[in-house]
């Protein structure tokens, strides 16, 4: 069998104790993959660990225990193979989008000239849909929605082998949510970019992502399912909701976050190696449900 | 139909009212100065009485503002040289003090703003060193340096350090986690991250202590001028009050106040063009 483009062994993160007090495990045997061009979302409560996740993913902070081979190689720190958009998109404030964009590019291919670096940049700026003059504002004069634009545009144009988001669209209101995650599509299937996002919308999720991994409640979190989305793509926000594996698959996460995720939480009885989380296919049209319900009392007997 | 005056003009409008009325009443207040030149003169005839100084009225200070104005950058001797020129003599002991703490403390602030472990280690000294009142530095720096040229401008450098050094280490130790992961995510070395990073994301918090700092050198000259003598402001209104001239002193206090408000309002400009929002 080949080995998964992005594997993760037996993550574990634990701060150190506070004055008299006990160590915090975050979260404790992560075990999953990601294959190339796939398009993962992570979902757990808030606390969880999902972004003490992401940093490590992306080279920022460094694992207690356990390790990512990424490409056969291990993640040792932050790289311009991984792009990262962050929760508060972290823009340069004394650049203009433009300019922020351009630090990206000029980070990548530091052998280009000028010309080569603005006609890069200007292009996936374009591809967000910010030109027209909006380019040459600074973030403070753009909305939410603009800056969290020049934050994707930034990490694409980098062209990193693993995309990293996190929670990109918390801040923004529903409608520009929508406008941009459409726009995330459109360049994701453009670019078969591999992307591990962060999101607490259930619903979001399921319009962007191939497989969702659902994380059980800090501390001692575990990643405990992979929840396979299985329905077709191109995906349209208005469509896919009358696909019926859609609620099979929301009912299956809206449950997990409002039941499980707790039950499961602090299960850290468990023997010391996770193994892989189970994979969960809630949106398959099988008759009986075969893939679904024998799997449960599995789980909670793993549980104990 | 009505007028609407903007806030600024009004504000001018009432800021030269005040003046007016300020101007009037010290003229109104001041015993004319025919009256007392009158009897001064008869009081010197006779011998009687040393020359006695008054406070002059706002239109004789005007009349020597005008004079010494029109021909700033005469110079007859050491003991009466233009106003242009005793300024600028004062200018450039301030901007080469102010420019080489300048070049110390910037770098030295970024040091200790990046590591906690130099910050730890120089805190103490900077403690002690920085409540000193520069003068008293300044026996020390004559005998050490024996030129009071020299000493007038290490006078300057050692007051301007401080506000520069504490906010540049402070400005540095406070950028932004996420601006500084935006660099090491793009993999940018240390070198780069301090030039394009840091020192954009410090720069107004620099830029306040360098306006700080050249707000304090401005104080600090007229000090030193007066204890080092020679040339320079400083030298100028204690050389006028010797002579007892309270119109050029009290000329030289405005030109003082007006060079100062002129330094603040360039560095105030170089401020804002680092400022940012978020
Ligand atoms: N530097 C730190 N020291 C101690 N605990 C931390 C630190 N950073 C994060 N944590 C803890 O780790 C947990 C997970 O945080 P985080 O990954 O941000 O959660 P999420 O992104 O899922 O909301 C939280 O309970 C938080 O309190
Ligand atoms: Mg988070």
């Known amino acids: ?304 | 139909m009505t007028i609407v005056v903007p806030e600024r003009a009004k504000a001018l409008l009432l800021s030269l009212l005040l003046l007016i009325a300020f101007l009037g009443a010290w003229e109104l207040a001041v015993p004319s100065a025919e009256k007392a030149a009158q009897q001064s003169e008869y009081e010197m005839l006779t011998g009687g009485g040393a020359p006695q100084a008054h406070v002059p009225p706002p239109s004789q200070v005007i009349g020597k503002a005008v004079k010494e104005l029109s021909n700033p950058f005469y110079d007859n001797g050491p003991n009466d040289k233009g106003i242009g020129i005793q300024l600028a003599y004062s200018l450039y002991r301030v901007l080469t003090g102010y420019f080489l703490a300048a070049l110390i403390a910037i770098p030295i602030g970024f040091l200790i703003g990046m590591s906690p472990l130099f910050y730890k280690a120089l805190d103490p000294f900077i403690q002690v060193l920085r409540p000193i009142s520069p003068l008293a530095w300044m026996p020390l720096a004559l005998f050490v340096i024996k030129d009071s040229q020299a000493s007038a401008i290490f006078v300057i450098f050692i007051c301007s350090i401080w506000p520069m050094l504490i906010n540049t280490a402070f400005g540095v130790a406070n950028v932004r986690k996420d601006w500084i992961n935006v660099a090491k995510t793009h993999e940018l070395g240390s070198l780069r991250t301090a030039f394009q990073v840091i020192l954009p994301a410090a720069a107004p918090t620099i830029l306040t202590g360098m306006r700080i700092s050249i707000g304090i050198a401005w104080l600090v000259i007229v000090a030193a001028e007066m204890l080092v003598g020679g040339t320079g402001i400083g030298y100028y209104v204690w050389n006028e009050w010797n002579n007892l001239d309270l119109t050029s002193v009290i000329f030289s206090i405005i030109m003082i106040g007006l060079v100062g408000m002129l330094l603040d309002a360039a560095f105030a400009f170089v401020q804002r063009s680092v400022q940012f929002q978020e």
């Open chain 1, 1 to 304: 069998m080949e080995k998964p483009f992005i594997e993760v062994t037996d993550l574990t993160r634990r701060y150190p104790a506070a004055k008299g007090g006990e160590p915090l495990t975050v979260f404790e045997h992560a075990n999953f993959s990601i294959e190339k061009g796939e398009f993962v979302c992570i979902i757990g409560h808030s606390g969880c660990g999902k972004s003490t996740i992401m940093n490590i993913l992306a080279g920022l902070d460094a694992p207690t225990e356990g390790g990512i081979i990424m490409g056969g190689k291990e993640i040792s720190g932050p790289s311009l193979d991984r792009g990262v958009v962050f929760q508060n998109y972290s823009l340069l404030p004394w650049l203009s989008a433009l300019k922020n964009v351009m630090f990206g590019v000029r980070a990548r291919h530091p052998d280009w000239s000028r010309d080569q670096v603005v006609a890069h940049s200007e292009q996936y700026l374009e591809m967000v849909g910010l030109t027209g003059g909006a380019e040459h504002r600074k973030p403070a004069q753009l909305s939410g929605g603009m800056r969290q634009r020049v934050s994707i545009a930034r990490a694409f144009a980098i062209q990193p082998q693993l995309l990293l988001l996190d929670e990109p669209f918390g801040a923004l209101d529903a409608l520009t949510r929508g406008t941009i995650q459409d726009e995330l599509i459109r360049i994701w299937s453009a670019t078969e970019q591999t992307v591990f996002m962060i999101t607490h919308d259930v619903d979001e999720a399921i319009l962007l992502s191939d497989r969702i991994l659902l994380m059980t409640n800090g501390p001692f979190a575990r990643v405990a399912e992979s929840v396979v989305v299985d329905i077709a793509r191109p995906r349209q926000r208005a469509e896919i909701i009358h696909d019926p594996a859609y609620y099979k698959i929301r009912n299956h996460l809206v449950e997990f976050l409002a039941r499980r995720s707790k039950e499961l939480s602090g299960s850290h009885g468990r023997e010391a190696s996770g193994g892989p989380p189970l994979t969960v296919r809630p949106g398959l049209k099988d008759p009986d449900d075969k893939e679904r319900e024998p799997s449960w009392p599995k789980l909670v007997s793993a549980v104990g």
